[in-house]
């Protein structure tokens, strides 16, 4: 069999802390470790440039790429453009959805999808959220997304949204005391849709810091079953469920 690989694309470092604890709750496994040298791809390349490495429980190849403020889309061209060299068996890409609460994720991602068509040749459509192509044989596209109204969350749909979400379900006195303090501020900045997640991570997640907040929350048995119930909602818990088989 010839090598290929699985390929999850996100916006930033957050997200694949989120990511990391979505596939290891699926059985995957990391091949990097923290001062060990980085790992290698099926075609001996390190995996460097803030891409993770991980394994499935079936043993593909799984690469978590973080776009880091970059286009999402230009990153899946250079896999599209690719294909040949180092062949893609599975293209996922997961942005924040930044529609507003109450809209209906799926016209995002079909929107999304059409986008990212340009890129390819031979596109079938397999369902609303994924397509196949003569270069990538499923292409799909999941979304951090939470409809879930509130004040007292962050005013559009991101990732730090829906945790915050399910903390206020899963932990609701928690989540009452970060609204109170933020609340309570003297001369608050203007909102970034951070705060609610942020102050949740120092107020129980301290020794974790900002990124790796978004992987501890996926150690919490009762928030881990309420995120899947949420990223099932949009069908992206689905989408990492192929990834990772």
């Given at each position: 069999m010839s090598a290929t690989q699985r390929v999850v694309i996100i916006e930033g470092f957050t997200d694949r802390a989120f990511v990391t604890g979505i596939l290891k709750r699926l059985g995957c496994v990391s091949l990097g470790a923290s001062g060990q040298p980085p790992p290698l791809?099926?075609?001996?390349?390190?995996?460097?440039?803030?891409?993770?490495?991980?394994?499935?429980?079936?043993?593909?190849?799984?690469?978590v790429v973080a776009a880091n403020n970059d286009d999402l889309?230009?990153?899946?061209?250079?896999?599209?453009?690719t294909a040949a060299?180092?062949?893609?068996?599975?293209?996922?890409?997961?942005?924040?959805?930044?529609?507003?609460?109450?809209?209906a994720p799926l016209p995002e991602l079909q929107r999304r999808l059409n986008e990212?068509?340009?890129?390819?040749?031979g596109v079938a459509d397999v369902g609303p959220r994924a397509f196949s192509s003569t270069e990538i044989g499923h292409v799909a596209a999941g979304v951090w997304s939470e409809q879930e109204p509130g004040a007292d969350l962050p005013a559009t749909q991101t990732l730090e949204r829906m945790v915050s979400a399910s903390f206020r379900s899963v932990h609701p006195a928690r989540f009452s005391e970060v609204t109170n303090f933020l609340t309570s501020r003297t001369a608050a900045p203007l909102p970034t849709g951070k705060e609610q997640a942020m102050a949740l991570m120092a107020g129980w997640y301290?020794?974790?810091?900002?990124?790796?907040?978004?992987?501890?929350?996926?150690?919490?048995?009762?928030?881990?079953?309420?995120?899947?119930?949420?990223?099932?909602?949009?069908?992206?818990?689905?989408?990492?469920?192929?990834?990772?088989?």
């Open positions: 791809d099926p075609w001996k390349a390190k995996v460097t440039g803030g891409q993770h490495a991980w394994e499935s429980s079936t043993g593909a190849f799984i690469r889309e230009k990153r899946v061209r250079v896999f599209a453009a060299t180092t062949p893609t068996e599975i293209l996922l890409v997961v942005p924040d959805s930044d529609q507003n609460p109450g809209d990212m068509k340009k890129f390819f040749t301290s020794d974790r810091y900002s990124e790796s907040f978004f992987e501890a929350v996926w150690e919490d048995a009762a928030i881990a079953t309420d995120l899947e119930r949420r990223l099932r909602a949009t069908g992206t818990y689905e989408a990492f469920e192929r990834i990772a088989a």
